[in-house]
């Protein structure tokens, strides 16, 4: 009953995630990015929890400041792989491919351990779908 349950939350989560990359599969251009003075607006209601502020900015579309929040706690906590996984999937509704693999690259083979590898390896065939790193479902 309890893989059961884990398996429809994995499931549901990687939906939600490959919804949110078609939902946003344009790139992203740092022109469409917020300014500065609606950073400081998205800033302002900070909660003080990092990834719950990472969630905003990327609601607002600020992938840039997200993954800037993300990219310091992964300096913080280098052993936390769930920060590594965040990381990815920033850059994964971001449309950043590039940025995308070189940070799976960097960190494979921990990711590749991680409970969140299922996701990862989807979105990673999502975003590169000829790169042979990924496992086509």
């Given at each position: 009953m309890a893989s059961e349950l884990i398996n429809l939350f994995i499931g549901i989560a990687i939906g939600f995630a490959i919804g949110v990359y078609w939902m946003t599969?344009?790139?992203?251009?740092?022109?469409?990015?917020?300014?500065?003075?609606?950073l400081k607006d998205i800033a302002r209601d900070d909660t003080g929890d990092p990834l719950e502020d990472v969630d905003r900015r990327m609601a607002y579309g600020a992938y840039e400041a997200a993954a800037e929040i993300v990219t310091a706690?992964?300096?913080?906590?280098?052993?936390?792989?769930?920060?590594?996984?965040?990381?990815?999937?920033?850059?994964?509704?971001?449309?950043?491919?590039?940025?995308?693999?070189?940070?799976?690259?960097?960190?494979?083979?921990?990711?590749?351990?991680?409970?969140?590898?299922a996701?990862?390896?989807?979105?990673?065939?999502?975003?590169?779908?000829?790169d042979p790193m990924f496992e086509k479902s």
């Open positions: 599969r344009r790139s992203i251009r740092a022109s469409d990015q917020p300014s500065a003075s609606q706690q992964i300096a913080e906590h280098p052993e936390n792989v769930q920060l590594k996984a965040k990381l990815l999937e920033i850059y994964f509704v971001w449309g950043s491919e590039e940025k995308f693999l070189a940070t799976f690259r960097e960190h494979e083979d921990e990711l590749r351990r991680s409970k969140d590898w996701k990862l390896n989807i979105m990673g065939g999502e975003l590169c779908p000829d």
